[in-house]
T-cell receptor, first 111, second 115 residues
Framework: SQQGEEDPQALSIQEGENATMNCSYK?????LQWYRQNSGRGLVHLIL?????REKHSGRLRVTLDTSKKSSSLLITASRAADTASYFC???????????FGTGTLLAVQP | NAGVTQTPKFQVLKTGQSMTLQCAQD?????MSWYRQDPGMGLRLIHY???????DQGEVPNGYNVSRSTTEDFPLRLLSAAPSQTSVYFC??????????????FGDGTRLSIL
């Protein structure tokens, strides 16, 4: 079964606006990762946040993690048409590098 | 570095046929895994490996076999293809970290149709 569920399933915004995607998960985790997938391509790692971190930044990306609510959010600021993609959260927690992925948010940024 | 390379990119099979999806990485990563991606279901883990000679089942292993004879290669075998195995298959690799997970590197996928 899926560990993570993203919300919303789809999001359409104008270029320059901010985009926020949310991820909820079910069990305790070691870390949570966000990935981007452009149409017809593989997933690309964006950012990893560990369970003892609350917020992390990378360029125009800001990720928050609330382990008490078992949720995370990904904020993309000043979005560009090139940000159009599907975004997935993935959780890890075991001794292996096994990740469990959510169902994804499809982001469309209109120029 | 080429990263993670998957072949073929596209394949059409008939029900009952067998085939092997190839995955190779040149980053000396210990951990490798196979996922399938179906519409509305995200990625589901099929099999994974933490090093040469070691494999284990993921969430949806039925109908698939894997082996890991070298660090670089992790082929996925469909034993007797079924229409339910029509999907996009992704291979991923990462360094193995026993303390915390590492970002995974993905190939561009194999799009498989079973008729």
């Amino acid at each position: 079964s899926q560990q993570g569920e993203e919300d919303p399933q789809a999001l359409s915004i104008q270029e320059g606006e901010n985009a926020t995607m949310n991820c909820s998960y079910k069990t305790s985790i070691n870390n949570l990762q966000w990935y981007r997938q452009n149409s017809g391509r593989g997933l690309v790692h964006l950012i990893l946040i560990r369970s003892n971190e609350r917020e992390k930044h990378s360029g125009r990306l800001r990720v928050t993690l609330d382990t008490s609510k078992k949720s995370s959010s990904l904020l993309i600021t000043a979005s560009r048409a090139a940000d159009t993609a599907s975004y997935f959260c993935a959780t890890g927690g075991g001794a292996t590098n096994k990740l469990i992925f959510g169902t994804g948010t499809l982001l469309a940024v209109q120029p | 570095n080429a990263g993670v390379t998957q072949t073929p990119k596209f394949q059409v099979l008939k029900t009952g046929q067998s085939m092997t999806l190839q995955c190779a990485q040149d980053m000396n990563h210990e951990y490798m895994s196979w996922y399938r991606q179906d519409p509305g279901m995200g990625l589901r883990l099929i099999h994974y490996s933490v090093g040469a000679g070691i494999t284990d089942q993921g969430e949806v292993p039925n109908g698939y076999n894997v082996s890991r004879s070298t660090t670089e290669d992790f082929p996925l075998r469909l034993l007797s293809a079924a229409p339910s195995q029509t999907s996009v298959y992704f291979c991923a690799s990462s360094p193995q970290d026993r303390v915390s997970n590492q970002p995974q590197h993905f190939g561009d996928g194999t799009r498989l149709s079973i008729l």
